[in-house]
Every structure is written in C-alpha cells, then in structure tokens.
Nanobody, 128 residues
C-alpha cells in the first residue's frame, strides 16, 4: 500500500522561501513518478511539479518554473519541493502524490485517475 506524508508547510512573506518534504512508503519500484499538487483557497487543484525517483527527470507547471525546484533523496524515500520567490497566489494546501506505474510523469492533480495515492497535505500561506 502506497503511503505519503507531507511536511514543511508554514507562513512566508512574498519573496520568501519554504521547503516541503514528502516521505513515501510502499512504492512499487525504485523508479516512480511523484508529483506535487496544490489547492488554493476557493480554486481547483493544480499540478505543480513532478519527478522520477529513479532518473531524477523533473517537470514543472509553467507558473512555478524558475521559482520551484523538485528533488529527491532516495536513501530517505523523500521528495522535496523547494519554493523560492513565493507569491501570495502560491497560498494553498500542498500535497504529494504517486502516479500509477507506466503513466506519464508530469504535474498532475485530482481528479486525475492516474494518481494512485496522496497524503494529507501541508498548508502554505504567503502574505505580508
């Protein structure tokens, strides 16, 4: 059973930084696609970034490209999302999710049927 747990959320000022962590267990192989998605207040969920845990190929939504960096530490079964130059519109609940094996690795968000599991989320608030 795939399980994921996010942490690291909090408050930041515009222009600030936060790093989120996602610890995964029960993944079916050593090369899995993990994606981060978010749910802004009163808006639909949107995919933010994705990474292959094996090869490390990374994919970003256009609205975070150049500001966010996704990375992984396989020894710790952890995927990170480093968020720089934060904006108020980055406010929301951030989740990490496992993409079903064999499906394309790209930023995804529910109700995408190719997402196998996701965690409880960690909140991020960006305000002055």
């Amino acid at each position: 059973q795939v399980q994921l747990m996010e942490s690291g959320g909090g408050s930041a000022q515009p222009g600030g930084s936060l790093t989120l962590s996602c610890v995964a267990s029960g993944l079916p192989s050593s090369n899995n696609c993990i994606t981060w998605f978010r749910q802004p207040p009163e808006k639909e969920r949107e995919g933010v970034a994705a990474i292959y845990t094996g090869g490390g190929s990374m994919y970003y939504a256009e609205f975070v490209r150049g500001r966010f960096t996704i990375s992984r530490d396989n020894a710790k079964n952890t995927v990170y999302l480093r968020m720089n130059s934060l904006k108020p519109e980055d406010t929301g609940i951030y989740y990490c999710a496992a993409v079903r094996r064999g499906r394309s690795c790209r930023p995804r968000a529910p109700p995408d049927k190719d997402l196998e599991a996701w965690g409880q989320g960690t909140p991020v608030t960006v305000s002055s």
